[in-house]
């Protein structure tokens, strides 16, 4: 099976556009999540979307947004970018569980988005 | 609010030596635990999961961890260390309120270099 794959690799954007990052998950995985990594906060938690609807959303502010379309291929958009957007974005996708719990994830090599 | 300590950002080690590496978390619940490693420039790579059963659990490369309720302690060891271990890891716990989710909350993570 091919994993998780994530378009573009890099990106370079200058503050105040906007960037859609896209993101393709292992074939019959349906929740696909997104990940912040930066050198100061880590690895953050955006927000996971399952059956093309958001399950879960971390402390991001309004201007990450994301969607899933009905083949698990999802985007994120963030808006109005700022120099501290700047980061690796990691897409993971995993098999969803009916019942409660967390699943085995995995993950792609990410998109490095530089902010000037 | 689930979180999760790794207390050594950075470890060096002799080729061939054992290793350990710390993570430590903050959960109410029987927690999903897991370790990932990152190579420069790469996405996360599943070392290994803990769910419930058997405390120690045996992952891939040669690793294996150890689930302790009573320390809240999820280490991460190695009995021969390799070149090519050198990485860094990170540690994740499973943030599920009972409901489905794939929140992963993750350590600071700790990098390892291997002396040769």
């Known amino acids: 099976k091919a994993g998780v794959t994530q378009t573009p690799r890099y990106l370079i954007k200058t503050r105040g556009q906007q960037v859609t990052l896209s993101c393709s998950p292992i074939?019959?995985?349906?929740?696909v999540s997104w990940y912040q990594q930066t050198p100061g906060q880590g690895l953050q938690f955006l927000f996971e979307?399952?059956?093309?609807?958001?399950?879960n959303k971390g402390n991001f502010p309004g201007r990450f947004s994301g969607r899933q379309f009905s083949n698990s291929r999802s985007e994120m958009n963030v808006s109005t970018l700022e120099l501290g957007d700047s980061a690796l974005y990691l897409c993971?996708?995993?098999?969803?569980?009916?019942?409660?719990?967390?699943?085995?994830?995995?993950f792609g090599p990410g998109t490095r988005l530089t902010v000037l | 609010a689930q979180s999760v300590t790794q207390p050594d950002i950075h470890i060096t080690v002799s080729e061939g030596a054992s290793l350990e590496l710390r993570c430590n978390y903050s959960?109410?619940?029987?927690?999903?635990l897991f370790w990932y490693v990152q190579s420069p420039g790469q996405g996360l790579q599943l070392l290994l999961k803990y769910f419930s059963g058997d405390t120690l659990v045996q992952g891939i490369k040669g690793f294996e961890a150890e689930f302790k309720r009573s320390q809240s302690s999820f280490n991460l060891r190695k009995p021969s260390v390799h070149w090519s271990d050198a990485a860094e890891y990170f540690c994740a716990v499973g943030a599920s309120d009972g409901g489905a989710t794939n929140k992963l909350i993750f350590g600071t993570g700790t990098l390892l270099a291997v002396q040769p």
């Open positions: 074939s019959g995985h349906r929740s």
């Open positions: 959960y109410g619940a029987t927690p999903y």
């Open positions: 993971a996708s995993s098999l969803a569980r009916v019942g409660g719990g967390v699943d085995q994830q995995f």
């Open positions: 979307y399952f059956s093309e609807t958001q399950r």
